[in-house]
């Protein structure tokens, strides 16, 4: 059986499906689309992040595709339901990336409550913002709203009460007597409801028409003053405009970004313009760290893996 890898992988985790298969890693492919279909024509596995899209015209370049893996969580890339159609198995690694992301979204919430850490150009040019830099917050006492309460989220939550943050949660998918809420800590709320009483907002939701500007405008105004937002899931969840709107405006406290509705950000994005403003911008790397890759390619590869090996019997 062949697998196709058309993104980076963890080595060790490409060695592994090796022994086990033939594997053609490629990590380039993601990039050359012409190449990618042509290496699928006689491929059973396909191995993906979020940068290939999984679509129509690949599925047809496809005709033995069994499984596709997907080197994280978020789905927007593949076509699911012409997935389903042709009985093609989708595999996330659910799970592994979310330590990552809910340090990340610790780490940016206390970066952007102090507001003392982007400092350095001006200390380092004989400047001294002392008094600027002092009315810094602590995380300790404040109120951290999840939009989404999946794995990622409730790690986050876990995390969050630990630094003696207070922990709400929105997320109708969630039974309202599941034990989740009293195992994390997290109360539920309403979404205007943990949006108006938070002090940090962090989104944890997939990006679908439902989702699509979720956090809008309107929504935007029902926050804090002084409340920051955090973004990990998908760009599109956010409308862009309005935040930038809403940053210059001193309608909100501060945002950090990892996700957009166009990567890499586009010339003329309302966000381009950093001057202050209480703004951080990552390349959608929140998910992506050293431990939290080998964890993902290594799940990945053994339930791809074991998949093929299951239909081979």
């Known amino acids: 059986m062949k697998v196709v890898v058309c993104e980076f992988m963890d080595q060790p985790a490409v060695a592994k499906l090796r022994t086990r298969f033939g594997v053609t890693y490629a990590p380039q492919l993601v990039d050359d689309r012409a190449a990618l279909l042509s290496q699928l024509h006689s491929a059973d596995a396909l191995i993906v992040r979020n940068r290939t899209r999984v679509d129509a015209e690949l599925l047809a370049a496809a005709p033995q595709l069994r499984v596709v893996g997907r080197l994280g969580v978020g789905l927007d890339n593949i076509d699911l339901p012409a997935c389903a159609a042709r009985g ?104 205007d409801a943990l949006l108006a009483e938070a002090d940090v907002v962090s989104l944890h939701v997939p990006l679908s028409p439902q989702t699509h500007h979720l956090i809008d405008a309107g929504k935007l105004a029902l926050m804090r003053s002084d409340a920051v937002l955090v973004n990990t899931a998908r760009g599109g969840v956010i409308d862009e405009y309005a935040l930038a709107a809403a940053l210059r405006g001193g309608q909100l406290g501060g945002a950090a970004l990892d996700v957009f509705e166009h990567e890499p950000l586009a010339a003329g994005s309302p966000l381009a313009d950093l001057r202050n403003l209480n703004l951080i911008l990552t390349p959608h790397v929140a998910g992506v760290t050293r431990e939290s890759n080998a964890r993902v390619s290594a799940t990945i590869a053994e339930k791809v893996g074991d998949f093929l090996q299951a239909i081979a019997t």
């Open 88 to 191: 093609i198995q989708v595999i996330p690694a659910s799970g592994a990336n979310a330590r990552a992301v809910a340090e990340y979204v610790v780490a940016t919430a206390m970066l952007l409550l102090r507001g003392a850490y982007l400092s350095s150009v001006e200390v380092a040019a004989g400047a001294w913002p002392r008094a600027r830099l002092s009315e810094g917050r602590e995380i300790a006492g404040k109120t951290l709203g999840l939009v989404g309460f999946g794995d990622i989220g409730r790690c986050t939550a876990r995390l969050a009460a630990a630094l003696g943050m207070r922990v709400l949660a929105h997320d109708p998918m969630v039974d309202p007597h599941s034990p989740i809420w009293t195992q994390t800590g997290a109360a539920r709320r309403e979404l």
